[in-house]
């Protein structure tokens, strides 16, 4: 693939990513049509559809499609098709219906699903492009190419731009979610704690405490100490103390009496 045909490619497929929110690896709906053209040709159809969308894909094909492979007798064709993961489009496969009609009731009328659309039928192609918002892959001769985006996919993908513009880049252009008031708590009001005065702590000796309490907890009863009063010794020349001195004088006045 040609360096300016891949840059195209890839910002066709941005446009596809940021406006119509397309996730990897991409649903690729693949018609019979397109299948029996390249194994017609020897063209690798999965690496050919990696290499044109520039990225993983998840080959699908409907029942209605594969029904229209059994009738070619196409062995070939027919295991490529069953190599792709079924997508069950609720048609019975007894009355199946024509692949074109079958993809575009699928497709149609939004893209819900976010298909990428890999095809040789060109009404079907023709008819799609009112749909906004799908790729559109098919082979010329021998090379894949993709289909240019439709005015209806531009028309989309601009008001989609303005809206973010106008409402504000985050806005997915959804209204937004109401949220709920707190609901208020029922009893009185709690007072505001930067009007209320501490307490004042009392300041406790905790070492006087600890020395008043035993080894079971218990308080122990503060002894009354006697004090004692000292006789101060002096001494006489003839030997004596005060105190003996004393005595000896009550002794001789009883004496007297």
Do not use: W
Not at 68 to 93: M, V
Not at 148 to 168: C, F, Q
Not at 174 to 181: L, R
Not at 213 to 233: A, L, P, Q, S, W
């Amino acid at each position: 693939m040609r360096q300016k045909r891949a840059k195209s490619y890839k910002k066709q497929m941005n446009v596809y990513l940021h406006a119509f929110k397309f996730r990897e690896p991409f649903q690729t709906i693949i018609d019979d049509e397109i299948i029996l053209h390249c194994e017609k040709s020897s063209f690798d159809l999965i690496k050919g559809l990696k290499r044109t969308i520039q990225s993983e894909i998840k080959p699908m094909i409907t029942q209605c499609c594969m029904q229209s492979l059994y009738k070619t007798n196409n062995q070939t064709a027919i295991d490529i098709g069953k190599s792709f993961e079924r997508r069950r489009c609720n048609h019975p496969p007894s009355d199946p219906l024509a692949p074109k009609d079958c993809i575009k009731s699928i497709i149609a009328p939004d893209n819900k699903h976010r298909y990428v659309l890999a095809s040789q039928i060109f009404e079907l192609r023709k008819e799609l492009m009112n749909v906004p918002g799908v790729p559109m892959v098919f082979m010329n001769r021998s090379v894949m190419v993709m289909e240019p985006i439709s005015k209806m996919t531009l028309r989309y993908a601009n008001d989609y731009e303005n809206k973010k513009l106008t409402g504000g880049l985050n806005s997915t252009g959804q209204e937004p979610v109401k949220q709920e008031p707190a609901k208020k708590r029922k009893g009185p009001k709690q007072p505001n704690p930067l009007s209320i005065k501490k307490k004042k702590v009392e300041k406790t000796d905790e070492n006087k405490e600890n020395r008043d309490n035993d080894d079971t907890g218990e308080v122990k009863e503060k002894k009354i100490r006697r004090k004692r009063k000292h006789t101060r010794k002096t001494d006489h020349p003839d030997g004596e103390t005060t105190a003996e001195k004393e005595q000896d004088v009550e002794q001789n006045a009883d004496e007297e009496s």
